[in-house]
């Protein structure tokens, strides 16, 4: 709050309080009061005239200052009221009394909204787990025939992984309530996901290469699994119609993390492709050829890896290769909780 905006919005009451004085001294002249006493009357006006302006400044300056400068320096701006003290001017009180008013509505409506919210997931995460269960009764009763379609199954395993998806795009938001990070091996969370995709690798006469797996990690098996599962999808998935398909899954480690190499010798994304390849909704030249890809699956498993405090990237060649690395790191903070 500067002095001279201030005097700005006050030039108004200024421009009467000098017609004010103008009007004194006329009177003053017309009846006759010696010129000392003139200008004495008007040097005690203007004095008072200007110390009122600049006591009510300063009462002011303080306040909206400490407003502007707590209102530029939060990052959410409904946190306003919290900083502020109650101000000793009638405006004020008025500015303080509307912001109590409107920062309580607002806190009220977003607690419904989050409510509401939250009965929605809830909803959705039980109908998902409604719906998976008569999804897995059709599917072993594909395996258990002699003769089945094997579209209709991979039909099956599709839904199931877009349900997967949606499940886990509901609950990422709040992955800290429901994750449990503790010692994991690698090699068993990377052979589960194998045995869940080896009708894929079969039918699509995938090679696998598997080894140096010999780690124990510090994650969430379920939260890994999903992510694990959503890169060897993507690998399968974008596969071209070559005799020598083959994927290779191994791991390394430096002083600081241990590393899960996923690499395909697909068709690779373009390069201008990759920078994008972990935003929501992103599908890249790739995915609007083949028209199979919602594009969530590497944003929610990007979301999920910083949840988790891993990080994940990928480096692609265009018809050559595309390799996914997530680094695990070695962090003794959880050595000292698991003992």
Request: neutral net charge; hydrophobic residues 40%.
């Amino acid at each position: 709050m500067r002095m001279r905006d201030y005097f700005q919005d006050k030039l108004g009451l200024l421009f009467l309080a000098l017609v004010s004085l103008v009007m004194i001294l006329m009177l003053c002249l017309a009846f006759k009061v010696p010129l000392e006493a003139i200008w004495a009357i008007s040097c005690l006006y203007l004095f008072t005239l200007g110390a009122m302006f600049c006591l009510s400044f300063f009462k002011k300056k303080r306040f909206y200052t400490d407003f502007i400068q707590n209102m530029e320096r939060l990052d959410k701006k409904y946190y306003i009221l919290e900083t502020l003290s109650m101000p000793n001017f009638y405006e004020g009180k008025i500015l303080y009394d509307g912001l109590y008013v409107i920062n309580k509505a607002m806190i009220e409506h977003v607690k419904n909204y989050e409510l509401q919210m939250d009965d929605f997931k809830e909803y959705i995460e039980m109908w998902i787990h409604e719906v998976k269960i008569p999804l897995a009764t059709l599917t072993l009763m594909f395996h258990n025939r002699k003769e089945y379609d094997k579209k209709v199954l991979e039909q099956l395993r599709r839904i199931e992984s877009y349900l997967d998806q949606v499940l886990y795009y509901v609950r990422q938001e709040f992955a800290e309530k429901d994750y449990l990070i503790k010692k994991n091996s690698l090699e068993k969370m990377v052979n589960n996901v194998l045995v869940k995709n080896k009708d894929d690798f079969l039918e699509n006469q995938i090679e696998l290469e598997v080894r140096d797996l010999d780690f124990d990690v510090f994650t969430d098996s379920k939260w890994t699994l999903f992510i694990l599962n959503q890169i060897i999808n993507n690998s399968v998935k974008y596969m071209d119609d070559m005799k020598d398909k083959r994927i290779w899954i191994f791991g390394s480690e430096d002083e600081s993390s241990i590393y899960l190499h996923i690499r395909d010798n697909g068709i690779g994304i373009p390069l201008q492709d990759i920078p994008k390849v972990f935003e929501k909704s992103f599908t890249g030249e790739n995915g609007r050829k083949r028209s199979r890809s919602t594009g969530m699956g590497l944003y929610i498993s990007k979301k999920l890896c910083e949840k988790l405090g891993h990080k994940i990237w990928l480096e692609s060649r265009e018809q050559e290769y595309t390799e996914v690395i997530i680094a695990f790191a070695k962090n003794d903070y959880y050595q000292v909780l698991e003992r």
